[in-house]
């Protein structure tokens, strides 16, 4: 991503969220009342028709299917740790993330939006249009992942590091230096309280490296329009080595197949996600 540019692959993201609040509720896999407000008439103008055709499907095979089940399984997992009890999440690299806005119960939380300065101005001039007065559970942090740390800005806004967290990291590490994934894990391994979690979504590192896969190819046509270049990944199968070495545990990762099976009932069955993808998720271990 450039510096001044806002994030384009949030914006992408932002229009499958509202293509798939348009289908009625029998079929949608995930709601956003507020999507539409992040997608410019002219891209919503171009891109809705060559969705709905099919032909990005055959451009990338599962794309849109991903995000969709993505964000279902997200909001279903804050939603069940809301239910244990949190008192602050953070959503890292938050884009035109909107579950401060419309997760019941969150309200009652501490939230931080934490993102690239040009994504999150964008994003604040777009929300006002719709949300306005901004809620007061929430907190924006304009932070660059590759260049700053959250030691350097969290705290200072007023996160309290012996509160239970969740850190929300959607679509982010694929994007970062392995030095910056590295810093982002060792905040919160050591600057968050007893059963605090995180959950993110990684790609396995085989398939960035593997210039014959379509997928791959088409990552990289996805890289060009954007800028925003598919840096790191982690070994099939490693994920829990990875990050017990980071001080976490109860690692879980799921795959898409997984959650595919959960999601994609009825007129969704047929839907195709990617098989080069997981979501993980984690503990602290503290000690």
């Known amino acids: 991503m450039q510096e001044q540019q806002s994030s384009r692959s949030a914006e992408g993201v932002a229009l499958v969220r509202v293509l798939e609040a348009q289908k009625p509720e029998a079929s949608r896999i995930c709601y956003d009342p507020y999507a539409r407000a992040f997608?410019?008439?002219l891209t919503y103008l171009i891109s809705k028709p060559v969705i709905d055709s099919g032909f990005y499907e055959r451009m990338a095979p599962g794309a849109t299917a991903f995000i969709a089940l993505?964000?279902?399984?997200?909001?279903?997992f804050l939603k069940a740790s809301l239910d244990e009890g949190l008192d602050q999440v953070i959503i890292l690299g938050a884009g035109f993330d909107t579950r401060a806005y419309r997760i019941p119960?969150?309200?009652q939380t501490r939230l931080f939006e934490i993102d690239h300065?040009?994504?999150?101005?964008v994003k604040l001039q777009r929300l006002k249009k719709v949300?306005?007065?901004?809620?007061?559970?929430?907190t924006f942090i304009p932070l660059d992942f590759n260049t700053q740390s959250l030691a350097e800005r969290l705290p200072a806004s007023g996160y309290d590091e012996q509160a239970r967290t969740l850190f929300i990291w959607q679509g982010?590490?694929?994007?970062l230096s392995a030095e910056g994934v590295d810093s982002t894990l060792a905040f919160i391994a050591n600057h968050s309280g007893q059963d605090s979690q995180v959950i993110f979504d990684y790609f396995y590192n085989e398939i960035l490296h593997d210039a014959s896969s379509a997928y791959v190819k088409a990552l990289r046509r996805a890289a060009r329009m954007t800028g925003e270049d598919y840096m790191f990944g982690i070994d099939k199968g490693q994920i829990e080595p990875f990050l017990s070495r980071r001080?976490?545990?109860?690692?879980?990762s799921t795959t898409l197949e997984e959650l595919k099976q959960r999601y994609f009932t009825g007129p969704n069955a047929g839907r195709t996600v990617p098989t080069e993808i997981a979501i993980a998720s984690a503990r602290v271990a503290g000690g």
């Open 39 to 41: 997608v410019p008439a």
């Open 70 to 76: 993505r964000e279902r399984y997200i909001d279903d």
């Open 105 to 107: 119960g969150i309200e």
């Open 117 to 121: 300065p040009a994504t999150q101005k």
């Open 131 to 138: 949300i306005d007065p901004l809620p007061a559970h929430v």
């Open 172 to 175: 982010v590490t694929y994007f």
């Open 247 to 252: 001080r976490f545990k109860d690692i879980r």
